[in-house]
């Protein structure tokens, strides 16, 4: 039998207290450098901004990011075009009819394809869209890689936002003699809403982002989008980062953390949008359903 | 039964999200069947990646055109796929679940939710910033602090010995993918901690254990099957990513790692750094070689991905 001992409680605690520590060394070891990459970012990206990023197409590895900027924008929007109704349909179906084999399957492939390397579907795209159908780099092919990538995000976002919809309103909705279709689009979709833009917001924030799916999808391009889908290679921000930081030019550095300045600045302004959103839905949980 | 358009939609809709899958596969699959012909088993364990002479005619082996020389084998790749992705989880799962215990016990309310907005950013960083910064401030740390200083307390196993270069290589790369990885495992550790019966913590504290005694003793065997689960959802991630590790690996062809600072090549980054020069290949072989990579990846990260799933179920959030 154990017996009261002073010195193994001392002990006990003191190895709590190491715990404790070593708890709090483990975050401060991601927080520290979190705060470096932004503290970086920020403190080189701010010295090279300029009016003339926003009003100058890149020249060579100087000048502006204005065929950047707008690249991404076209190559993100043109991404939720496809990925959101896609989604948000799947979505709905998940929530409201899959509780069957196929919903289960679905929900289950649905995970897995937020786990397929995103430089496979960039791959994928390359053979199938730039090479297969001849598109060559463009801001097509771009965009629906994108798409692929974020589908099962907002998928995902608004079936949680679906199955938050309490059942006793959808019977209501029945009992008032309204038709599935009806009470999904006039009661549930409403209620939904802020989740769904959860889910389409989090999809911006990613595709945002991301550099290794558009490489061989959108090519790069120093002019400005003339607003062709096909055949015409689009420029965009994260190639700018990882291109140019690679050059032995002060020019090229500076664009680069420029770039690397406004993508952070997008994606923070994003996150903190969607946790504000999260707080105010905040039972943000699968169904038990 | 009556024919319902909206359900036809969203059913139509819903199989948009398995045939992605497949086609993946299929594509992919039918692209690289020339290229999984001529290369054979050879692939997997040669370690020459060969363009050939793309200038002379290309002749004809193995049934297949591919230029004089020609020789696609990836094992260089595979071993610092594994070794980066291995040693960033070493590195990421002790941590991580630091960070969960500290974010689900060991904090007030209030400030839980702050933290965990941190940590949440570190997923949202995107990889190519975090390849900026493994350019800009982390391989000169490597080089000049951090590499020395293990060198000089742990050099005398040859891994951590030898020459340290200039810091572009297996450390910094492992080190940017445990940054990525963290937050992975972290939300999903913290979440189940949060999920542990109260009953159990109860059980712990009316034996007089410590409030550390409980977490360790009660709470952390309780979620052992999700911290595996999310361990190999984090390794998923750390086998497939490509900018960062591009950024500061420093993109050693053909020759093996000889210690921990060695420059090294994963089969994700392998591939943006190479369709260029595998374009001008007349036959299209090492285009098409690159897609087997591509596909061995994709299988790869299916089988990781299933067997996380299956040990944590979906996800309990749709973010992750």
């Avoid at chain 1, 707008?70 to 899959?98: D, K, N």
């Avoid at chain 1, 079936?159 to 009806?182: D, H």
């Avoid at chain 2, 086609?23 to 039918?30: E, P, T």
């Avoid at chain 2, 420093?250 to 190479?274: C, D, E, H, K, W």
Wanted: charged share 10%; proline share 5%; net charge positive.
């Amino acid at each position: 039998m154990l017996r009261y001992s002073p010195t193994r409680l001392l002990k006990r605690r003191a190895l709590s207290a190491i715990g404790w520590t070593l708890a709090v060394a483990s975050f401060l070891l991601v927080a520290i450098p979190l705060l470096d990459i932004l503290y970086t970012v920020f403190r080189k990206g701010l010295s090279a901004l300029s009016l003339s990023l926003f009003t100058t197409v890149t020249n060579g590895i100087s000048g502006g990011l204005l065929n950047a900027i707008t690249g991404t924008l076209a190559l993100v929007f043109g991404a939720l075009l496809f990925a959101a109704p896609v989604g948000i349909l799947a979505g709905i179906y998940l929530s409201e009819f899959g509780r069957a084999r196929f919903g289960r399957s679905v929900r289950f492939l649905d995970d897995v394809l937020t786990g397929v390397p995103s430089i496979v579907l960039g791959y994928f795209s390359y053979v199938t869209l730039v090479i297969g159908l001849g598109w060559q780099f463009s801001v097509l092919a771009g965009s629906i890689t994108l798409a692929i990538m974020v589908v099962p995000y907002v998928a995902r976002f608004t079936e949680i936002a679906f199955l938050q919809v309490p059942n006793s309103l959808r019977e209501a909705g029945y009992a008032l003699g309204f038709k599935e279709f009806t009470v999904i689009t006039r009661i549930a979709l409403p209620l939904a809403l802020p989740g769904i833009l959860t889910g389409v917001l989090f999809a911006l924030a990613i595709s945002l982002g991301e550099t290794a799916p558009l490489i061989y999808t959108a090519g790069w391009s120093n002019f400005l989008w003339n607003g062709r889908l096909i055949h015409e290679p689009i420029g965009y921000l994260t190639y700018v980062i990882w291109s140019f930081i690679n050059q032995p030019f002060r020019s090229a550095h500076a664009l680069a953390f420029a770039a690397a300045f406004l993508v952070i600045v997008m994606v923070l302004l994003i996150n903190i949008g969607l946790s504000l959103l999260l707080k105010r839905n905040r039972p943000l949980r699968p169904g038990q359903s | 039964m009556t024919l319902r358009p909206f359900r036809i939609m969203l059913v139509l809709a819903t199989s948009l999200i398995p045939l992605a899958l497949l086609a993946i596969l299929v594509f992919l699959a039918k692209y690289s069947w020339p290229a999984i012909h001529f290369n054979g088993w050879h692939f997997l364990s040669g370690h020459t990646w060969n363009l050939g002479n793309l200038y002379a005619n290309p002749v004809r082996q193995r049934g297949q055109l591919a230029p004089i020389g020609a020789n696609y084998g990836i094992l260089v790749f595979i071993v610092g796929t594994l070794l980066t992705s291995g040693i960033a989880l070493l590195i990421a799962i002790p941590v991580s679940i630091g960070v969960a215990v500290f974010l689900a016990e060991g904090l007030k309310t209030r400030l839980r939710g702050a933290l965990s907005f941190i940590v949440e950013l570190l997923a949202a960083v995107p990889s190519v910033v975090y390849g900026l910064w493994g350019y800009v401030v982390l391989t000169p740390l490597v080089a000049h602090d951090l590499g020395p200083g293990l060198r000089a307390v742990l050099g005398f196993l040859p891994v951590f010995s030898g020459p340290i270069g200039s810091g572009y290589g297996l450390l910094s790369a492992s080190i940017v993918l445990a940054l990525m990885v963290v937050p992975i495992i972290a939300a999903t550790v913290r979440d189940a901690l949060a999920q542990v019966p109260p009953e159990t913590k109860e059980a712990a504290y009316a034996l007089g254990a410590t409030h550390f005694e409980v977490v360790r003793f009660a709470m952390l065997p309780t979620v052992r099957v999700n911290i595996i689960g999310a361990c190999i959802l984090g390794l998923g991630r750390a086998l497939g990513e490509t900018m960062a590790v591009l950024m500061v690996s420093g993109g050693a062809l053909n020759y093996f790692p000889r210690n921990i600072y060695s420059p090294i090549t994963t089969m994700a980054s392998f591939i943006v750094s190479q369709l260029d020069s595998a374009m001008q290949d007349p036959t299209g072989m090492a285009v098409r070689s690159l897609a087997e990579i591509a596909l061995i990846l994709f299988i790869i990260a299916v089988i990781t991905n299933i067997i996380a799933r299956l040990l944590t179920g979906t996800s309990r959030h749709a973010s992750l």
